[in-house]
Structure formats: C-alpha cells, structure tokens
C-alpha cells in the first residue's frame, strides 16, 4: 500500500484520527492495534505515536480543544464578565452548535459505547480530566481578578461538568431520544452554574 505523506502535520493527524475513529467504531478499542491503524492510514507506527503519544488519545483527541476553551473562556472575557458566566456561555455554545465536546454531537453515541466497554479508555478520561482540572486552576490563580479558591472552584467545575457528561452518555447509550437527552443536559448544566454561582464563587 503506497504510503501517504508522514510529514502532513494536521491533515496526517486528522487522517490518522478518522482511520483509527472508525476501526474503533466497526471492532472495539481494545481489539485494534496501533500498527493496524498506521496500516489503514498509510503511515508507519511511530508516525502515529509521534501525533497521538498514547493509543488511548487515537479516540480521546479532543484535550487540546477543551484546554483551549477553558484558556480562552479565562483569558478572553470581556470586562466586567466574571469566569463562571464566561464557562456558562462557552458550555451552551458547544452544546447548541453540537460540538465535539458538548456529548451531544452526531457519532456521540457510538463513541461513547466504545469508551465505556475499555477501562483504559475510561482510565485515559479520568486522567484528561485531572489534567483540565489543574489547567483551570493555573489559570485562575494567574488571574487578578479571580477572587475565590481556584483549586476548589476548578475541581467543583471540572467534577460538575464530567458529572452532567458521563449521566449523557448513559441515557444515549440506552437509547433516550437524543433531543429530550440534549434538553436535559442543558437543564442540569444550568443546575451547576446555579450551584457554582451559589455555593462557590465569592459574593460581589
């Protein structure tokens, strides 16, 4: 099989996504190897590690992006715009354009009927959350106008948002209509930021 370029940069990484994305899909996450998806991509397997470091992150490729949203939801609200309603108007925006990340986006529910049949997917989650969570807080201690505990205010929203994700990915899963499942993870993403704005971030 004649080899694509392995010096693509983000059309490699997304060509490798897509191949390993369906292999995942039609066979399971722990059934296909690395080396198979460099086959059916047309690179070699250290070209695939080279853009995906762990197999795991051949599925769970979306870090970079929500590292991103959480940055840009810190560091790019408007003034007088405080970083709880700058999260709340980010999280609706995924949710109503359907975005990857939102857990309501179309392939959501075979995705996330291949992460949860692989502990090591599940595992991989776990710890990109904990990653997302320390990013929040880094964050928000270098910005003077955070006023609460950041570490807290990270980890009440890291742990709420994963907490609305994963009850989405259940009810998808065992086939609740996709738009009534939309509906109710806005209603309980609007719960959380009460609950945040109420409990946890510090009174004007």
Do not use: C, W
């Not at 003077?144 to 980890?155: E, I, Q, T």
């Amino acid at each position: 099989m004649p080899r694509t370029s392995e010096r693509g940069g983000p059309k490699t990484r997304a060509k490798i996504s897509q191949v390993a994305t369906r292999l995942f899909f039609e066979r399971g996450f722990d059934a296909v190897t690395v080396a198979e998806v460099a086959r059916e991509a047309g690179v070699s397997s250290v070209t695939v590690f080279k853009h995906f470091p762990r197999k795991e992150d051949l599925l769970l490729d979306r870090q970079v992006d929500a590292a991103e949203l959480l940055r840009s939801a810190v560091r790019d609200r408007a003034p007088g715009v405080d970083v709880l309603a700058s999260l709340r108007d980010a999280s609706l925006r995924i949710l109503d354009e359907r975005q990857g990340l939102s857990g309501v986006a179309d392939g959501s529910i075979p995705f996330f009927k291949v992460v949860a049949a692989s502990p090591a997917l599940i595992a991989r989650a776990r710890e990109i959350a904990s990653d997302l969570q320390r990013l929040l807080t880094e964050e928000l201690e270098k910005d003077p106008a955070f006023k609460g505990d950041p570490a807290l205010f990270a980890a009440f929203f890291i742990g709420g948002y994963s907490t609305v994700l994963v009850e989405t990915a259940r009810r998808l899963t065992a086939g609740d209509p996709p738009d009534a499942v939309a509906d109710d993870h806005r209603e309980r993403l609007e719960r959380l930021f009460i609950a945040l704005r109420n409990g946890v971030v510090p009174s004007r």
